[in-house]
Structures are given as structure tokens and as C-alpha cells.
């Protein structure tokens, strides 16, 4: 029986909306696997910046400017990444964006903004990246970051949820599909996790009383995330695809 292989050595890895949070955090952990990196977000600094961070830690990075959104965008991104490392072989789909508004007050423009970057951004970047696999024989993985909120829902974020949702069935009916080429689509699904962006609210009495209603009655931290990415980015997972890892505390199992 042979160990299990989490390394990334020989493997370059796209990380969308790696500017800030959860792909920030993500991209030093893969290139210390092994992988070389390709950091994708439309703030071109804060990528320079963790561009520098990974290769001054003996890493390979590339920052490239990419809006998700924006086919032409992500097409020049792949273009840059290939001249620099060769096809992608892992896509982490990362860019996301959450707007707080009751269904009542959710405009059009907020509406399409919201679905425009979780799902069909989601969507372009996956399809672009599976396109350069299969014409060059990769077997590739792709990892959608969906959320608890694609499986359960709150109020105020039912644009959020709705894009979530999506996302989760996109990575189910790509991973269908794609599983012909011998690339394998799965999904992460993180709960409620700390972040410096949420940290005030979690101190407020509503917040208390959100992590009382977790089955683990605590927050996650984004390093919880962090064995799942790994798992489906490496070769570790090449029996899975079409998986939806839930990484939430047990919300999406708590009690109604």
C-alpha cells in the first residue's frame, strides 16, 4: 500500500480572488506543496505583494489581473500563466462577493453583480481552464469555494445563497461531464469562518448567539480549510469528483 501523496511538486495551481481572505491564505500553503503559482484578482497590488511573499520563501508565483466576470480577462490570465509555467493543472475557483440587503431591497445591478462573480465567473474560469486541459491532456482538478449558504440559508443574502447554490450543482453537473477528460470538479463549502472583516460582528450579542445555533458552538479559522484545498488539489483525490466537503462546524447538519 502506498502513502498518500499530498504533494503539489510539478503541478501549477490558478487561485482566483487571491488579493485578500480566504485565496490569500491559500496560495503560500500550495506553492509550499510544491506547486507553482498563478494569483488572479482584478487588484493588481496586493497580488504583487504575494507574489513577492512566495518566491522570497522559495517559491514560484505569477500575479496576473483578472476579473472573473470578464471572458477576454480570463482568457489574456490563462494566456499569461501558460507562458510562464505551462497549462494549469489545479483551478481553485475563489472569487466571490457577498452583498447584506433583504429580498425586497435587492436591486437588479446588485442582483447581477452578486450572481455575475459567484456563479458565472465561477463557470468561465472552470470552462477555460477544462478547455487548455483536455487540448492538452491534463487531468486536471478544479475546486469551487461554494459556501454553507448554498445548502442551508439566513436572511439578507438570498442573492448570495442563490449564487452558492448554483455553484454547488455547477461542480456536480461539471464534474459529470468533465469526468470524460479526466478532470475532476468538487466543491468546499466553508461556514461561518473568522475573518478580520467579521470579527466585530462575532463580538456583538447577535453574533454570540449565531455561533450558539454551530453544533460545535465555535468559528472556524481559514487554516481549517486547508486540508480539504490540499486533498483536491493533489493526487491524493483522484478518486473524487463531483464531492461537496462541507468544512462548517455542522451547520449545514444543525437542527431547524
Not at 42 to 71: F, K, N, Q, W, Y
Not at 188 to 193: E, H, S, V
Request: aromatic content about 6%.
Amino acid at each position: 500500500m502506498s502513502d498518500v501523496n499530498f504533494s503539489l511538486a510539478g503541478k501549477v495551481v490558478l487561485v482566483t480572488g487571491a488579493s485578500s481572505g480566504f485565496g490569500q491564505r491559500f496560495a503560500p500553503v500550495l506553492a509550499r506543496q510544491g506547486a507553482k503559482l498563478v494569483v488572479a484578482a482584478r487588484r493588481r497590488d496586493p497580488l504583487l505583494a504575494l507574489e513577492e511573499e512566495i518566491e522570497s520563501d522559495g517559491g514560484r508565483c505569477l500575479a496576473v489581473t483578472m476579473d472573473v466576470a470578464d471572458r477576454h480577462s480570463i482568457v489574456e490570465a490563462y494566456n499569461q500563466a501558460e507562458a510562464a509555467f505551462g497549462c494549469v493543472d489545479v483551478v481553485v475557483n475563489n472569487a466571490g462577493i457577498g452583498l447584506s440587503n433583504p429580498v425586497l431591497g435587492i436591486t437588479e445591478e446588485e442582483w447581477d453583480k452578486v450572481l455575475d462573480t459567484n456563479l458565472k465567473g465561477a463557470f468561465l474560469v472552470a470552462q477555460e481552464g477544462a478547455r487548455r486541459m483536455n487540448e492538452q491532456g491534463k487531468h486536471g482538478s478544479i475546486i469551487n469555494i461554494a459556501s454553507v449558504l448554498g445548502l442551508r440559508v439566513t436572511s439578507y443574502l438570498a442573492h448570495y445563497s442563490a449564487s452558492k447554490a448554483g455553484l454547488i450543482q455547477l461542480t456536480k453537473a461539471m464534474a459529470l461531464e468533465l469526468a470524460d477528460y479526466g478532470i475532476r470538479v468538487n466543491a468546499i463549502c466553508p461556514g461561518y469562518i473568522l475573518t478580520d472583516i467579521n470579527r466585530d460582528y462575532f463580538e456583538t450579542d447577535g453574533g454570540k448567539r449565531m455561533i450558539q445555533r454551530i453544533p460545535q458552538k465555535q468559528l472556524g479559522e481559514i487554516d481549517d480549510l486547508l486540508g480539504p484545498l490540499l486533498l483536491l488539489a493533489s493526487d491524493a483525490s483522484k478518486y473524487m469528483t463531483g464531492s461537496v466537503i462541507s468544512v462548517d462546524g455542522g451547520h449545514a447538519v444543525s437542527k431547524l
